[in-house]
C-alpha cells in the first residue's frame, strides 16, 4: 500500500518559516520523482516545487522561488519543503506527490498524501 504522510504545517507569521516534511512508503522511493503542491481555499491546486531522483535538479514555482527549497534524502524516503519569508497569500494546503516516470511520461499513477495545512498571518 501506497502512502505519503506529510506533517510540518501550521501557523506562521509572515516572514516566518516552516518547514514540511513528506514520507513515502510502499515504493521504491529512489525511482520516484517527487513535487510539492498547493492548494488555498477556493482555488485550484497548484504546482509548488519538484525534484529529480537524485535532487540534482529542481524546479519551483516562480511564486516561491527564491523563498522555498525542496529537498529530498533517499535513504530515509522522505522529501522536505523548505518554506522561508512567508507570505499570506502562502496560506493552502500543502500536497506531496510522487510519481514515477520514464523520458518524461508518468508510467504509474500519481500518490497524493493527504495534506497539510499552512497558514500565514499579517
Known amino acids: 500500500q501506497v502512502q505519503l504522510v506529510e506533517s510540518g504545517g501550521g501557523l506562521a507569521q509572515a516572514g516566518r518559516s516552516l518547514r514540511l516534511s513528506c514520507v513515502v512508503s510502499g515504493v521504491p522511493f529512489a525511482l520516484y520523482d517527487m513535487s510539492w503542491f498547493r492548494q488555498a481555499p477556493g482555488e485550484e491546486r497548484e504546482f509548488v516545487a519538484n525534484?529529480?531522483?537524485?535532487?540534482?535538479?529542481?524546479n519551483y514555482a516562480d511564486s516561491v522561488k527564491g523563498r522555498f527549497t525542496i529537498s529530498r534524502d533517499n535513504a530515509k524516503n522522505t522529501v522536505a519543503l523548505q518554506m522561508n519569508s512567508l507570505k499570506p497569500e502562502d496560506t493552502a494546503v500543502y500536497y506531496c506527490a510522487a510519481v514515477r516516470t520514464n523520458r518524461g511520461a508518468a508510467v504509474t499513477p500519481t500518490y497524493w498524501g493527504q495534506g497539510t495545512r499552512v497558514t500565514v498571518s499579517s
Open positions: 525534484i529529480s531522483l537524485t535532487g540534482v535538479i529542481t
